[in-house]
Every structure is written in structure tokens, then in C-alpha cells.
């Protein structure tokens, strides 16, 4: 089965280092969620995967770029084009023949639902149907490796189930998805989670395998446990017991990737036992009030 | 701590808005009272932002009304306002520090402290600043004057889980001081996070109370297949609205047994079984 993805890969732009060290495999027929903050290092993966920025160091391996689809972060779709022309000139792009493109385009309006405004202007379609079509642009010729930016940022529930529907077709097409997102429910849709953070792999695996790999002992308390970095979980809190004893007034809980990440994240800054960077505030720390 | 038995500081009424003869709110019922935390959510054009304009004294009411601390907006009722904005509401081109002087000027206020990292940044231009920063900016500056009721819109989009919880943490520690608290997200993770939730559906409540509430007894089908290709094509083509999640496919609101029978004529070996529906699946079905 041939697998996509990065081995190793450092990109520096100037002297900032953007990722160091980060390896990704996406085989065909899979999605891989790569989930970060702002400034984590998604988008530069996502480039160096597409081709479009030069590693410093480390190996990529993709398709000929006739066999990649991409649709980077924002609009994605031509503004001035209707929704019908966007569909029709990535196909051509892509050298689909007339015949291919009628019956792909058709396939593609019935497949997003955006039949109904195949004539609309694509700078009048709504957030959630601007990705769907921008989306649809990208496998217009049923690329090999799907790259998505952030396909669902500030898209609304609705259009991002279907969005991610539309990215499950395309993987069960055998196409290998890498998606870019902010949110970790997201990613426990996906086969494989990355996990970035300030341009390093914080976590790697099935979601299965990050969730058994989190040292230590998740517990949700009433209160804020005492001597254990915690975090805020709807009304209750979260803490994390690096020895794996539950402190008093607190149970453990089925952890999510969530818990996962933050914990990941909080071993990171501590840089070890004992150490503090910016885990575990004291109560009230930071506040306006 | 009841918030039922108090007033409460934002109340919609029965509150309706029409732009022409389009209803875009239609008779909503809503409240936040203090200390607690309420998640708004809908898809786009269900009549979030419309509902929240008029919450915020920026929309008159076309029928039932609006009532902000048990009176109708107005410049004081304002006052004890605190709002963010998806877009944050900061200026660009001024420093952290001028920012909250500025905002602090119009609300009378003494303004914040800034700390910890904010207070290293406090001379930068917000600009320059990473987006974690300038939401924690973002939150100081629209709590500095002790606000009675935050109104939050997507509070955390785009920061990593860690810095999202901290902010959690400050929008959790403004409800315990008794503020009340309403935030809008298209995130329904952070929904989660709410005490209390309010589903808009075209214009419409479609469902209120706590995610259990919502959820209720609501189920989908899970479909576990050494072939998932095979078996999302099929129930894809089906119409059915098929999820992923890692190699099981999930279909919400469907009946086993077209499930069972669909996968069987198309050849496709699976385990089919009901399960509880997760408040996604819930959200999407109420919501469409």
C-alpha cells in the first residue's frame, strides 16, 4: 500500500525554525488529522507535503503534483466565478477532458449538495459551502494525496459534518487526507492524529494509541486539586497526577485527546518533574478581576 | 449556588425579529442568570448573531422583548456589559497596554493588571502578538471593568487545547465571581463546556437544557467492517449521513435494520448495532 507523508522533516524560515524533526505517514484510503494552535507548525506541514515550501532537511514523499490536491487555509474558491465555473476550471487545470469533467462535475454538485447553486456567484456562498466547493475543486481529479488547511474553521456544526463526510468519501475513494484543524474532537474522526506544537510533534497515532500512551493518571475533581497541574473541564476540574495517585477529592476519568494534549503539553513545559514553566498556576493567577 | 431562584441578567422574551417579511428570530426564549454559563449554538443563518444583537441593545426587538438586568437595553445597561468578538475588537495598531487604557477610558473603569506574559507584551503591538496572546489580551480588556453579563463569540477559536482551557479557566472564574456568561460557538466541544445549552434552528429554540438533556435518548448505528471503503460507499449513496470515526462508521438517527439490510444486499460483511448518539450527532439532526 503506498503511503505518503514525511520522514524527519525541519523547515526553517530564516532563522525561525518552523518544524523540527516531524514525520507524518498517511497511507491510501486514510484520513490524518495534524491539530495545533496558531503558529504550531500545521500550515508549513501541510505546504512542504504539497510541495509549495523547500524542507531544510528530512524527506517528503508525494505524488506528482497532477495527483495532489491542496486547498490552503482561507477562501480557496474564486470569488468572481460561479460555483459551476470554479468546479469546471479545476478540472481543466488538472487536464480532466470535456466528457470527464461533465460527468465529474455533475457527480461532484450532487455529492456536496451545492446543485442547487451551481450557477450562484462563489463569493456569495456561505462559509460552509465555500469550503465544500473549494473541497470539491480539490478532488476534481481524484488526486492520490488530499491536503486540507483547515477545511472547518469558523464553519457551523452542520457543514462540518458534511465536510468531513466528504473528506471519509475521498479517503474510502482510496485517497490518502491530511486535515489541518484547531479541534481535537475533530481528530478522533481521523485514523491517525499529529499533535503540533511550536513546530514539534507533541503527540503521534491512532487516537487509540495517544490515549493509552498519556503517562500518569487523569482524575476530575468538585475543586481544584492541590500539588497537580489541573485545567477547567465544563464546572469541574481536570488534573493530572504524574505518579498515577488520585489526590483527595478527585476520581480518575476516561481521558479524550484532549486530556491527552494538555497533559502532553504540560510534561512539555515543565520541562520534567519539578520544573515550571506555565503549568499549574496558582487559583485566581492572571486574572482581570 | 441556584441561578433559577435569582433574576435573571439577560432574558429574551418571546423575542422575535423580522427583516421584511423574513422571521429570522422567532419567538425565542432565553436567559442567563448570574454564575452561570450558557452555550448558544446553531448553524449559520439560525439566528445567533440577530439574537445576540438584540441581546446586546444593538437591534430592536420586532415582537416579545429583550430584557438586560431586568430592563431594556440602553446605554447603561451597557456599561455592565462585557463583549467579545469573534474579530476580538482590538486595535491593530495600538500597543496591549493603550488598548486597555483605551477601554478602560470609555467604560470609566480602572482597568485591568495585565500579568504574567500579557504583562511582558503589555508595550507590543497587538499586531505583532501570537493569537493566544491576543485573546488572553482580548479577555482582559473585556473584563477589566467587572462586567455582570460576558457575551462571548467563539471564545477560543484557533489556540492550542492548553491555552483554550486557561481561558476557560478565566471565563469559569468571571461565573464564579457571579457573572453570567453566554457564549456562542460553532465548536461544540466548548458547547460542552457549558452549564446550561440553547439550540437555535431556523430562528427557532429546537432544544434547551444541559447536553444530557439535549442528547437525551437519541441513538445512531454503529457499523463495524473489515471493509469500511465498502460499506461507507454504500450507505454514502444511500442518502444516509454516514460519519467516520477511525475505520467505524456511525449513522445517526438511522434504524438498524435499513442499515443491516442495505450493507447485506450490497455484500458488505458488518456488525451493525444501536449506540447512544454523541451531542454531535444529536446537534446535527436538531439542526438541519
New interface residues.
Partial sequence: MTAWGCQGLRVRYGDTVALEDVSLEVPA?T?AAVV?????GKTTLLRALAGTVRPAAGTVRRPDRRRLGYVSAGPGVWTDLTVDENLSFAGRAYGLTADDLEVRVGALLERTGLAAARDRLAGRL???MRQKLALAMAVAHEPELLVLDEPT?????????EL??LL??A????AAVVVAT????EA????TVLVL?RGRALLAG???EVLAATPGLVVEGAARPEGVPS?????RWRAWSPDGSAPPGTTPVAIDL?DA??VA??RH?RGGPGGSR?GG?PA?????? | MSPATREPLAAAIAATRRFGDLTVVDAVDLTVAAGEVVGLIGANGAGKTTLIRMLLGLLAPSGGQVRLFGEPPSRRTRARLGYLPQSLGLYEDLTVAENLAFSAAAYGSAGATLEGELAEARDALVRDLPLGLRRRAAFAIALAHHPDLLVLDEPTSGVDPLARARLWETIRYSAEQGAGVLVTTHHLAEASQCDRLVVLAAGRVAAAGTLAEIVGDATAVEVRTPTWEAAFTTLDLAGLPVSLVGRTLRVPGADPATVDRLLSDAGVTAEVARVPASFEETFVVLAA
Fill in positions: 484510503g484520513v495545533g494552535g496558531d503558529g504550531a456561505s462559509g460552509g474553521t469558523g464553519v457551523d456544526p452542520v457543514s462540518r459534518a468531513w463526510r471519509a468519501s479517503a474510502a475513494d482510496g484547531t479541534y481535537l474532537d478522533e474522526r481521523a485514523a506544537d491512532t487516537p487509540d485545567w477547567r473541564r465544563g464546572a484532549e494534549a494538555i503539553q504540560l513545559d506555565r498556576p485566581n493567577r492572571g486574572r482581570a478581576a
